[in-house]
């Protein structure tokens, strides 16, 4: 029983102190419900003209909104004790809030960030030169530092023509390229607003190229539409142009490279972008007229003349040997014949690729036997064969008999005469070659064999001596008669 009393007095006290503590609590919340706060506030970043909200308590009580550069707002689009609606203005940059209250002035514990509607509404014209002027319309243009035209060209601010909240004029760079233009507020991290349409870039147009054909070396003429922008000619064959003679808005004149082929000529300007032409330009080519001497002889010379010969850099004569060229002018070549040049026509080139075929066949001269003594000879003696045009020099002709045995120790070279050793066995027969290996000039004999009675000897020889060539015939008929005489 005393034990309940004593626990009776201990509940009581609990109880009167919990009393207290829920009515100390009852009046700091009503001192709370007094107090003007600020939670939260947004969106941020938030654009120039939209609504900005302010969430807390109490915030009926706020007279008005200060935000940075001193832009003050006293008028709400709602105002209620848990939120706060505003227009923002658009004097408004980025920086703290500060909410104005008879409490009391709150600052936010972050930064209010503007959100610059920058956009571009149109530029003009839809197409321009490098370095003509365009303008660029829009909104809040004044926050663009820099202009990017196609092909990474930046143009920056302090480069700008004009500069304000709506327009920007700038100058089309030398090497801007068709494309869409792009502006940027050059931050670290940039806003970038394209254009919805491309710039078109002008480039140089090709309406004729004359004279046709045109000698290299010479003027040609290119006509056309902004040839001025025009840096660099380039040739069908890949020869370059880079200095002209006159250069203007319709017409630019150079000089044709040596090497420059036929067909169209391609300009190229500062981008780099190339224009083709559809006319085309057409080489000229020499004229042959005659070719003298003819027959010529190999080992000599020949003198062409003709039109425009200075074209010429190479002389190709029949067999495809070419001759070297010892002078040349407008008007008459001079070119070594190859000592083993064959009959045909004669081909001449220029550094243009382009070929010229003279009309006629130019032949070579032929030498004419006349003798060969003695007809009877044993083998390591002299053979002694006479005629015209023989030997122009010591490589005219080659000997050879049968084992491939070669006589070139001749013991007299003049022109109609010449002696060369025999060397193989008895009842071999001889044989003359021109350089280039053809038995075009041919003549046979045998050797005798020393031992041999001179009229058996002469039932087993081949007395026929015979030069063979295309148009020549010759036959020893005064052998053919001790052949006879013989039998």
Same mark, same amino acid.
């Given at each position: 029983m005393s034990q309940l009393f004593k626990i009776k007095p201990l509940l009581l006290l609990v109880f009167l102190a919990s009393l207290f503590i829920v009515e100390a609590c009852k009046k700091d919340d009503d001192t709370d419900s007094d107090q003007i706060q600020l939670l939260s506030f947004g969106p941020s970043p938030v654009l120039r003209g939209g609504d900005l909200r302010f969430i807390g308590t109490n915030l009926?009580?706020?007279?008005? &909104?200060?935000?940075?550069?001193?832009?003050?707002? *006293?008028? @709400?689009?709602?105002?209620?004790? /848990?939120?706060?609606? &505003?227009?923002v203005p658009e004097a408004t940059v980025n920086g703290k809030v500060v909410l104005k209250t008879p409490q009391g002035d709150i600052q936010a514990k972050t930064e209010l960030k503007i959100s610059e509607p920058i956009t571009i509404t149109s530029f003009s014209p839809a197409a321009a030169r490098p370095g003509a002027v365009i303008s660029i319309e829009g909104t809040y243009l004044n926050l663009i530092k820099e202009v990017i035209f196609t092909n990474k060209k930046v143009v920056k601010d302090s480069a700008f023509i004009s500069h304000t909240k709506e327009k920007i004029e700038v100058k089309v760079p030398d090497d801007a390229k068709t494309g869409i233009i792009i502006i940027s507020n050059g931050e670290a991290d940039p806003i970038l607003v394209e254009s919805a349409t491309e710039l078109v870039v002008t480039l140089p147009t090709v309406t004729q190229v004359s004279p046709t054909p045109v000698k290299a070396g010479t003027a040609l003429t290119i006509e056309g539409t902004d040839l001025d922008l025009t840096r660099e000619v380039t040739f069908t064959g890949g020869s370059k142009v880079t200095s002209f003679t006159s250069i203007s808005g319709t017409q630019l004149v150079l000089n044709v490279p040596a090497d420059a082929k036929d067909g169209p000529v391609k300009l190229s300007v500062a981008s780099l972008e190339e224009v083709t032409s559809t006319a085309t330009v057409v080489m000229s080519v020499p004229t042959i007229n005659t070719i003298s001497p003819a027959p010529a002889k190999t080992g000599g010379t020949v003198t062409v003349s003709g039109v425009d010969l200075d074209l010429v850099t190479r002389v190709t004569f029949g067999g495809d040997k070419v001759g070297a060229i010892q002078s040349t002018s407008a008007t008459e070549l001079t070119v070594n014949v190859p000592a083993d040049a064959q009959d045909g026509s004669v081909t001449f080139s220029t550094a243009a690729g382009k070929t010229v075929t003279s009309n006629a066949s130019l032949t070579m001269v032929k030498p004419t036997i006349g003798t060969i003594s003695p007809t009877d000879i044993q083998v390591n003696n002299v053979l002694t &064969?006479?005629? *015209?045009?023989?030997?122009?020099? =010591? !490589?005219? @002709?080659?000997?050879?008999?049968?084992?491939e045995q070669r006589a070139d120790d001749y013991r007299q070279r003049?022109? !109609? =005469? @010449?002696? #060369?050793?025999? !060397?193989?066995?008895? /009842? #071999?027969?001889?044989? %003359?070659? %021109?350089?280039?290996?053809?038995? =075009?000039?041919?003549?046979r004999w045998n050797a005798v064999r020393p031992d041999t009675p001179d009229r058996e000897q002469r039932r087993r020889r081949d007395f026929r001596h015979i030069a063979h060539h295309p148009g020549f015939h010759f036959r020893n008929r005064h052998l053919h008669a001790r052949q006879r005489t013989a039998r």
């Open positions: 009926d009580k706020v007279t008005s &909104i200060v935000l940075a550069n001193n832009v003050e707002v *006293n008028t @709400f689009k709602s105002k209620t004790a /848990g939120e706060l609606v &505003i227009v &064969i006479t005629g *015209n045009d023989k030997t122009h020099d =010591r !490589h005219y @002709f080659a000997h050879r008999y049968s084992g003049p022109r !109609h =005469r @010449f002696q #060369s050793t025999i !060397h193989g066995r008895y /009842g #071999s027969t001889g044989t %003359q070659r %021109q350089p280039d290996r053809t038995d =075009r000039e041919r003549t």
